[in-house]
């Protein structure tokens, strides 16, 4: 079937841009202090990406994940949506994940909750920054790769030109909005991540 998985609206682009922004400081302190494995973090956002459909994404974080040292079989895997080299204790996070992008950015709290009981408030909150920082990529990835396809001639069934790009066109504003008001809600409110 050639359709997309997901066609995200504005609204829920501008709110994943949002979260994505809020939590990124949580992913370059990780890169630091190596709270949560950096290979991990590159599973949840291959599941979250393999949820999502995202051509360009799943492109992108198979060259990244080959960086790390994954094997091919495994990148695979986790682009298939096949659970077979997910790490037994990795299993809730990598589920979490896949909710996260099947709920299009909107977990249930009782999902969020296992993550918390599981890893603890720390680990969870860089977790949820890498799915955060995979979901923005798929959200602005999603309408380049319809009209990629397109341009190929192989144009996604659900999907028109005029909504790729309108899409693409309103996303530079969407970055910008978006990161002022983490600045905002950073600055004034103190919000960050989860």
Avoid at 158 to 174: C, D, F, H, I, K
């Amino acid at each position: 079937m050639n359709q997309l998985k997901k066609k995200y609206k504005l609204k829920q682009m501008y709110i994943i841009i949002l979260r994505a922004y809020r939590s990124i400081l949580s992913l370059f302190k990780n890169r630091i202090k190596k709270t949560v494995d950096p290979m991990l973090i590159e599973r949840l956002m291959l599941a979250t990406t393999e949820v999502n459909g995202c051509d360009v994404c799943s492109y992108a974080h198979t060259k990244m994940a080959l960086m790390e040292g994954f094997k091919q079989e495994e990148i695979d895997a986790f682009l298939s949506g096949s659970a077979d080299y997910v790490h037994e204790h990795e299993a809730k996070a990598i589920f979490y994940a896949q909710h996260v992008a099947d709920t299009m950015g909107e977990p249930d709290s009782d999902a969020t909750r296992v993550l918390l009981e599981n890893y603890g408030v720390q680990a969870s909150k860089i977790m949820r920054a890498g799915i955060n920082m995979m979901m923005m990529g798929n959200v602005s990835g999603i309408p380049l790769s319809a009209l990629l396809r397109r341009m190929k001639g192989n144009p996604y069934q659900n999907s028109t030109l005029l909504y790729e790009l309108g899409m693409l066109a309103v996303q530079p504003l969407v970055f910008a909005f978006a990161f002022i008001h983490a600045i905002l809600d950073a600055l004034i409110f103190k919000r960050f991540g989860l």
